[in-house]
């Protein structure tokens, strides 16, 4: 019987603690921490100004990524279908080959320091010319694959109505194939969101970078590094929802 | 297309016109594919308003010889000459003679990111400079005659195999074909829809366009064609008029061939 009573006084006590002392405690050391990463000589400056700094390059290089990658998609289909091209197909292949065969992080630093080593140029430039140039390479291999999953009847058919090639892929098969592909390129874009984070190898004040360089001040690298993995996952899942809503729509429109 | 191209053309069209020779002269024509000879030699002439139907056994050549005769595949060795020009010649713009070539595929092949509208209109809109009111009218008349005008604004994968077929055929005329080329027209079809399209190809021939049908319907060439090729191993081995090549074939891989089908 004592027994009992004894743990229900226990038990009772730590439910005293929890609330009257270590909750408050937690929210009172919360407070603390957010104001020392955040509030305090305006750090929450690095997360913002970091976030601009990731979406500008994932933006930019983006569309360096798209432009280069539909050119190399182009030229590998047009060798595939009619053996022409041989010369850029071998200068397209051999891209294809570097650019995936190593990381991306060593494609940044060389780009940084050997081939921009001598010149000052601005970094989100090197930046965005590195992303994109890397990205162009799997844009490239998914738009591929696109244009060769059409049917060859496709191909045919735009032919033996007197379109030329080059009309036959703009008109009919680049059209369905870019369909086929925007779920496969919202993912590499995705991927390439998160893959910026390395910037911060050139010094690139991104948003991975503000978040460290708030640690390095603070030494409380919980809440900075929590917060910007908040911010990626909700980037993340927003560009997620956009596909989504692209191939519904996509879909809807053929039925 | 420029319009010198085009005015090049309709010249060297009148002066074969008026020398009364084929449209389609075949010379000797061979296809090779690698090893595999898939046409050894054929030789035939396809006159205006001719309804040249092609039979055979599979792998016979038949559609290696169509699809020569616009150059969906490139002949090896012969010559073809189209409208009295000579269009296996690489110089020849290939491209301007397909217009006047139109091809009907066993699979259809509609685009399916576009309505039966711009089906039917994107090639007289991009390659003949046609308005899109123009292309419109011309491709609503064509489809009221296949039964078809209120599936203007569907998609092809909306439509049964039997109307996907007909709109082919629909597409092709849009180009104002010289010729018509058909290759199994009817064979990707449920049976039940065969008759819808086979009655559209009858309405052509009795229009007199010339048509050539690579089919296996032995019927329906009995009945619509002006003319019948037999190939066997890229040769052509037998032509004749339907009721004699039917009644009274001469060769024995014919007789064969008939005793089997029929
Ligand atoms: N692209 C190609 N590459 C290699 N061989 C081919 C190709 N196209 C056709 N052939 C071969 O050429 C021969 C003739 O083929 P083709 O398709 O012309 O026959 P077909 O008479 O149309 O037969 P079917 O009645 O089955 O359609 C066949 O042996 C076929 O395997
Ligand atoms: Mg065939």
Known sequence: MDFIINLLIIVRDAIRYFFTSYIPQLIQEFSNDFYLNFIKEDRWKYIVDGLGVTLQVTLFAVLIGIALGFIVAIIRATHDKTGNLKFFNWICHIYLTVIRGTPVLVQLLIIYFVIFGSVRVDKVLVAVIAFGINSGAYVAEIVRGGIMSIDAGQFEAGRSLGFNYTQTMIHIVLPQALKNVLPALGNEFIVLLKETSVAGYIALEDLTKGADIIRSQTFAPMMPLLAVAAIYLAFVMLLSWLIKLLERRLRNSER | ?262
């Open chain 2, 1 to 262: 297309m420029s319009d010198k191209k085009r005015l090049q053309m309709e010249e060297m069209k009148a002066v074969w016109e008026a020398s009364g020779a084929p449209l389609i002269q075949v010379k000797d024509l061979e296809k090779h594919f690698d090893d595999l000879h898939a046409l050894n030699g054929v030789s035939v002439d396809i006159n205006k308003g001719d309804v040249v139907f092609v039979v055979g056994p599979s792998g016979s050549g038949k559609s290696t010889f169509l699809r020569c005769l616009n150059r969906l595949e490139e002949p090896t060795a012969g010559e073809i000459l189209f409208e009295g020009i000579n269009i296996t010649n690489k110089m020849t713009d290939i491209n301007l003679h397909r217009q006047k070539m139109g091809m009907v595929f066993q699979q259809f092949n509609l685009f399916p990111h576009m309505t039966i509208m711009k089906n039917l209109t994107l090639g007289p809109m991009k390659l003949q400079n046609m308005s899109k009111e123009a292309a419109e009218a011309q491709a609503m008349q064509l489809l009221e005659r296949v039964g078809l005008a209120d599936r203007a604004d569907a998609y092809p994968n909306q439509l049964s195999g039997g109307q996907k077929q007909r709109i082919a055929i629909v597409r092709a005329l849009c180009m104002k074909p010289d010729v018509m080329l058909f290759d199994e027209p009817t064979s990707a079809l449920d049976p039940e829809m065969v008759g819808e399209v086979l009655a559209v190809m009858r309405d052509l021939a009795e229009e007199k366009m010339t048509m050539v049908v690579v089919t296996h319907e032995m019927a329906f060439a009995k009945e619509v064609a002006s003319r019948v090729i037999f190939m066997a191993d890229g040769k052509i081995v037998e032509e004749a008029a339907p009721a004699e090549f039917f009644e009274n074939p001469k060769t024995e891989r014919l007789q064969n061939f008939l005793a089997k089908v029929l």
